[in-house]
């Protein structure tokens, strides 16, 4: 379970992104909001549509990439 969070500014696409709270490139706790704690980037994505369904929200590349990266290692513990 992580806690989950969206960039209140706009990244160059006009998307806005959702950052896992241990992220290296989470805004500052003035630009952005709490979504909760899940079990996934994917429960907090929908979260933040639900929130903001006018927004175009998506998943920060490096949250993803550090979730699949922790994914990989404990397949290989198995």
């Known amino acids: 379970m992580g ?4 960039d209140d500014d706009s990244q160059r ?4 992104e959702v950052h ?5 490139y ?6 952005r ?5 899940y079990s996934g ?10 929130l903001f369904p006018l927004k175009k929200i998506k998943g920060c590349v490096h949250c993803l990439h550090s979730v699949s990266a922790i994914q990989d290692d ?4 198995i």
């Open 26 to 31: 989470i805004s500052d706790s003035l630009n």
């Open 3 to 6: 806690h989950y969070y969206l």
């Open 41 to 50: 980037m994917q429960e907090a994505i929908v979260k933040a549509q639900l």
């Open 74 to 77: 404990s397949m290989l513990l």
């Open 33 to 37: 909001t709490y979504l909760g704690c």
């Open 20 to 24: 896992e709270d241990e992220c290296l």
């Open 13 to 16: 696409d006009g998307a806005y």
